[in-house]
């Protein structure tokens, strides 16, 4: 008998495949292109964070760290057409530095002066590019903005025989791509100065040769002869005419006279005429056994020192400041009474 029901045929359940799990590149890949701009602020930020304190904190301090370890040579320093109120300058330094960094510093007006006194002037450094040995020229017209300072530093140049020299300023400076800062230059150079004997109480190598006495001169002089004066320092100074007073054990007796006196470093000589008590002279060799007086030779703080008719305040007093002692031997002076007049 057949059956009215429709015939069903069992199927069975098939298994769909797994999804596959994206790789690890991917999901990376993934995030990087939905939050691209998360990642961009982020590395902006630390690349500020570790940029900024090294372009203005780390820089600088480096910079100055640098400018504070070099050092300051000078080479040799010509003053020269001096007024009262200024001369001309012509200074030659040298900056030593072992940084290995080597920024450019621009040109910038530096205060000089004796190191613990006041400046005495403004000088203009020129713009240079820091390295070891580099040679700083400086040639210009400096004014005196403190005459008396000035007067200091001569002193001192005189009466010792190393003297400190102190430039400060504040330049600019630039490395290579690096934004331009300013730093401050403090630098002292020693310098030579001209050697004092302190025993003897006068230059180291001071010495009158040759005076004898001569005819009395339209100008008062009767007194004639050569003086050396050393100069070891690495200054060349324009002294101008010189007058020097003359006295034997506090009592005058005459004034030396120099012209167109310009100390250059190593010995000089130069003419000296002298206007003399000759009496006195005469006089004194009854005096002194062996007829050697010692004489003291020094200057006047009012015209000890003049240039072009102006005197110059500042080299008077150096030269006042130091008493000059030499042996001189009155019988090679007067040579015999017919020289006499």
């Given at each position: 008998?057949?059956s009215d029901?429709p015939?069903?045929?069992e199927?069975?359940?098939v298994?769909?495949?797994?999804?596959t799990k994206?790789?690890?590149k991917?999901r990376?890949?993934?995030?990087?292109k939905?939050?691209?701009?998360a990642h961009?602020?982020?590395?902006v930020?630390?690349v500020?964070?570790?940029?900024l304190p090294?372009?203005?904190?780390?820089?600088?301090?480096?910079?100055q760290?640098?400018?504070n370890d070099?050092?300051?040579?000078v080479?040799?320093?010509?003053?020269s057409e001096?007024t009262?109120?200024s001369?001309?300058v012509?200074?030659?330094?040298v900056?030593?530095t072992?940084?290995?960094?080597?920024?450019t510093i621009y040109?910038?007006?530096a205060?000089?002066?004796l190191l613990?006194?006041?400046?005495?002037?403004?000088a203009?450094?020129?713009?240079?590019?820091s390295?070891?040995?580099v040679e700083?020229?400086?040639?210009q017209?400096?004014?005196?903005t403190?005459?008396?300072a000035f007067?200091?530093?001569?002193?001192?140049v005189?009466?010792?025989?190393y003297?400190?020299?102190?430039?400060y300023?504040?330049?600019?400076l630039?490395q290579g791509?690096?934004?331009?800062?300013?730093?401050?230059?403090?630098?002292?150079?020693t310098m030579?100065?001209?050697?004092?004997?302190?025993?003897?109480?006068?230059?180291?190598?001071?010495?009158?040769?040759?005076?004898h006495?001569t005819?009395?001169?339209s100008d008062g002089t009767?007194?004639?002869?050569q003086v050396?004066i050393?100069?070891p320092?690495?200054?060349?100074?324009?002294?101008?005419?010189?007058?020097?007073?003359?006295?034997?054990?506090?009592?005058?007796?005459?004034?030396s006279?120099?012209q167109?006196?310009?100390?250059?470093p190593g010995n000089?000589?130069f003419?000296?005429?002298?206007?003399?008590?000759q009496l006195a002279?005469?006089?004194?060799m009854?005096?002194?056994?062996g007829?050697?007086?010692?004489?003291?030779?020094?200057g006047?703080?009012?015209?000890?020192?003049v240039?072009?008719g102006?005197?110059l305040?500042?080299?008077s007093?150096?030269?006042a400041?130091?008493?000059?002692?030499v042996?001189?031997?009155?019988t090679?002076v007067?040579?015999?009474?017919?020289?006499?007049?």
């Amino acid at each position: 008998m057949s059956s009215d029901k429709p015939e069903v045929t069992e199927v069975g359940m098939v298994a769909s495949p797994a999804a596959t799990k994206p790789s690890f590149k991917s999901r990376v890949a993934a995030h990087f292109k939905k939050w691209w701009w998360a990642h961009l602020i982020a590395f902006v930020v630390v690349v500020l964070v570790v940029a900024l304190p090294v372009v203005y904190v780390g820089y600088p301090n480096i910079a100055q760290d640098n400018i504070n370890d070099s050092k300051l040579e000078v080479k040799s320093m010509v003053i020269s057409e001096p007024t009262p109120n200024s001369f001309h300058v012509d200074q030659q330094q040298v900056i030593w530095t072992d940084s290995v960094f080597h920024p450019t510093i621009y040109s910038f007006n530096a205060s000089v002066g004796l190191l613990g006194a006041a400046a005495f002037g403004v000088a203009t450094i020129p713009q240079l590019k820091s390295r070891d040995g580099v040679e700083v020229h400086v040639d210009q017209r400096l004014d005196l903005t403190d005459v008396s300072a000035f007067g200091d530093f001569a002193t001192a140049v005189m009466q010792n025989e190393y003297v400190d020299l102190n430039v400060y300023g504040k330049p600019d400076l630039k490395q290579g791509a690096l934004p331009k800062i300013t730093v401050t230059y403090n630098h002292t150079a020693t310098m030579k100065g001209m050697f004092v004997d302190e025993r003897l109480n006068k230059l180291k190598g001071f010495s009158l040769s040759g005076m004898h006495l001569t005819t009395k001169a339209s100008d008062g002089t009767n007194t004639q002869g050569q003086v050396l004066i050393p100069n070891p320092s690495v200054m060349t100074i324009s002294l101008g005419n010189v007058t020097l007073d003359l006295s034997v054990n506090g009592t005058a007796i005459g004034e030396s006279y120099i012209q167109d006196l310009v100390l250059k470093p190593g010995n000089n000589t130069f003419d000296m005429r002298a206007k003399v008590d000759q009496l006195a002279i005469i006089g004194m060799m009854k005096k002194y056994p062996g007829t050697v007086v010692p004489v003291d030779i020094t200057g006047s703080e009012t015209n000890s020192s003049v240039y072009d008719g102006q005197a110059l305040s500042y080299f008077s007093r150096a030269l006042a400041s130091n008493k000059l002692r030499v042996d001189l031997n009155i019988t090679e002076v007067v040579g015999s009474s017919s020289s006499l007049s």
